[in-house]
């Protein structure tokens, strides 16, 4: 049932369930009364407590299927793609997947299942293919009834805002609505809360590159297993089952290469299979070049030689090819590897014309793991070759047909393996890249009018921000393509252009303008970027329609780098606006570098390490988080403390962190790996304030049982300090190992001798 028919289902529940409740309402009512009722309904009136009953269940129930209809209208599965026909399986890597998910699943503690190639930075394998293949298993999509959401991240998403807009999306496709966030942390915060209300749910996680890219995605929802693709060992969370996917075994890449094939000779299977080192994706482009070489009149074996042939001219290893014996690929080495996709897709174009074959090159400029719609792919090809649309949509038919791109018909879109990207991009030379984006602009330019500056002085420039809202590729990518058009100068007109702004804010969230200024590496942007960054937080998405706008510029307006677009907008807006009459309270200093979000309540304290390239902060969430003082990204989230962290203190040479716990324990941590070094035990009650000696070997604590502790901070050992029965509130070391702790009745001074390990009271309270 769809969406349309289960809100047509509730609302006839509705009325349903008022004239059940009437009528059990008149029962009860009616059951003295000795007045006769018309027809069936007299049954009612002369047994009014079995009826009322038995109405009133019949209201329950309606009530119970409403509720269950609801929850069926707020799950939105993705409906999982059917595998290709050539798709073999691979029954050992297929079977440890699923029963690695299926077992995540019944352990309920979100755990992960990471698929990754045993060939670093090798792509083309198969873990996308064998991702789907679980995800299409009758038994998966029963345990998790039907609650599998996927996702593709790629190696392009690299800055918070982007992985912070990936992390949105996914949340939408659950939920059916956008709520965008900037910072990652709040996303995946946001995500969680959503996935914790489907149930037991599979994510699947594409295409991860980096430990950042997926941390969002890990947080929370504890009835959520995340099956995760990635070419870097490295990004998967440690203790996640893996899987590895490398070359097929023979057998598996037999099937693939000669499906759909008539026979071939088993001596030309085995100097094929070499040539490609059973590589997944090699072997259905050749097999698709053999079938394309019949299609054209050729016999199946002497399409099968002369592939064979451009292979071992053309590929890594051709130097050997006189030697008679098969020569296998060497699939980690990347530069075979590269000239080896070269080669084989050079075999796929071999019967199209060269007018097609560099229509099919100049796909490479489109962004990477994205849907590319056809129409935007005609207007590229009309630009650069004069295609007309009909003779547009037969070439990607072609392609599509030799495996080169994957044609949706569905949606009507096109998308490119990353890895024959990177070689279409190789071959995009000498200004051919720059070149072909510029044509590509200069087309889609042509149907958008242009619009003078906002300011005096600023140049007239394209109104891009005129796109069709439904354009959403463009909308994401646009200033990649100017950037690619060695049109630098005008990505950063055109993204810090307040009507690019506004219109990318309604569409997509402050997340949209700040990826854009995020791709733009020109120093003069990055006060515009800083600028939108500190008023991020207030840009969500509100009842009047322009009201996140009206905010923005209310926000802007008296920013040195916005102010003057803001005030113009302000002038010429035909919509409800706010001018400020007085400088806002809250202002933020234009000297801020950095918001860090993540915490879920108090922070309570933070500590810069000596380099001041990471800082610590410890919250009432009960964790302890490092950041990266540069980027503000988070470099780990540290978990054990029970309760409110109330301290902490990092190290003199920067190597290890301690944090004081309401839990009662101090714990020391290593700075690199956050890891737990070791927990300190012997206070009573809550710590409240933690210090490390000049020399790193020695921490002192305060504590609310009236004690100070001085902990070596290798061993353990530990000394006791009395402080008359008064809570320590904070405590600090100096040069000369003096020691300084803060009470309720005041300053206790300690002077601490290191080589003895002993104190001597310098001073009382107060003093």
Partial sequence: MGDGGRRVGLLLLVPATVVVGQVAALAINESS?????????????????????????????????????????????????????????????????????????????????????????????????????????????????????????????????????????????ITGSLTSFTDPDLAGQHLAEVLEQQ?????????VWTVDQLAPFLIGAHSCVRLVTTRVPSALPSESARVIVDRLTEEQARAVLTRGLPPLPAPLQTHLLAQTGKWALLLRLVNRAIANQIDAGSSADRAAEGIL?????????????????????????????SRAVRATMGASTDLLPDAARDRFTELGIFAEDEAVPVPLIEQLWSATGGLAG????????????????????????????????????????????????????????????????????APDGTAWWALPADATYLWDHLIEHLIDAGRAAAAAQVACDLRWVSARLLGFGPVGPLQDLSRITDVSVKPYR???????????????????????????????????????????????????????????????????????????????????????????????????ANTGQTRHILTGHTYWVNAVAVSPDGTWLATAGTDATVRIWDATTGQTRRTLTGHTHAVNAVAVSPDGTWLATAGH???????????????????????????????????????????????????????????????
């Fill in 33 to 173: 009364s000795q007045q006769q009722w018309p027809g069936s309904l007299e049954l009612v009136r002369q047994h009014p407590f079995v009826s009322a009953g038995v109405l009133s269940g019949v209201l329950i129930l309606l009530g119970v299927i409403g509720v269950v209809l609801e929850n069926i209208r707020r799950r939105r599965p993705v409906p999982h793609r059917r595998l290709d026909d050539w798709v073999v399986s691979r029954p050992a890597e297929f079977g440890q997947v699923r029963a690695a998910v299926l077992r995540a699943s019944r352990r309920g503690r979100g755990r992960s299942v990471g698929i990754t190639t045993g060939l670093q930075g090798a792509g083309g394998f198969g873990k996308t293919v064998l991702a789907e293949s679980v995800v299409a298993d009758r038994k998966v999509r029963r345990r998790f009834r039907g609650q599998i959401y996927q996702v593709t991240v790629g190696r392009d998403v690299r800055t918070r805002p982007m992985v912070a807009a990936k992390v949105s999306e996914t949340a939408a496709a």
């Fill in 199 to 207: 149930g037991r749910v599979l994510l699947v996680i594409d295409d």
């Fill in 309 to 337: 042939t451009v292979l071992r001219d053309r590929g890594p290893t051709g130097a050997d090819k006189l030697s008679g014996a098969p020569v296998d690929l060497d699939s980690g080495d990347p530069t075979q590897r």
């Fill in 390 to 457: 009909v003779d547009s949509r037969l070439l990607c038919t072609q392609l599509a047909n030799l495996s080169l791109v994957t044609l949706d018909k569905a949606t009507g879109a096109v998308t490119l393996h990353d890895v024959i990207r990177d070689v279409l991009r190789d071959q995009l030379s000498d200004g051919r890249l720059a070149a072909v984006n510029a044509a590509f602009l200069n087309a889609l330019s042509c149907e958008l009018p242009s619009e003078p500056a906002l300011v005096a002085g």
């Fill in 530 to 628: 800083a600028a939108l960054a500190r008023c991020s937080h207030l840009l969500r998405p509100e009842d009047l329609r322009h009201g996140q706008v009206t905010t923005l510029l209310s926000r802007l307006q008296g920013d040195p780098a916005w102010g003057e677009q803001a005030k113009a907008l302000q002038t010429n807006a035909s919509v409800p606006h706010l001018t400020n009459r007085w400088p806002l309270p809250d202002q933020p200093h234009p000297s801020l570098r950095h918001t860090l979000t993540g915490h879920t309540n108090w922070v309570n304290a933070v500590a810069v390490s000596p380099d001041g390239t990471w800082l610590a902060s410890a919250g009432d969430d009960g964790t302890v988080r490092i950041w990266d």
């Fill in 705 to 767: 049982d009236g004690t100070v502790r001085i902990w070596d901070a290798n061993t353990g050992d530990q000394l006791d300090l009395c402080l008359n029965e008064q809570p320590g509130r904070s405590c600090t070391w100096t040069r000369d190992w003096g020691l300084f702790v803060g009470g309720d009745a005041g300053i206790y001074a300690f002077t601490f001798t290191p080589v003895h390990a002993g104190f001597e009271v310098a001073g009382g309270a107060g003093s």
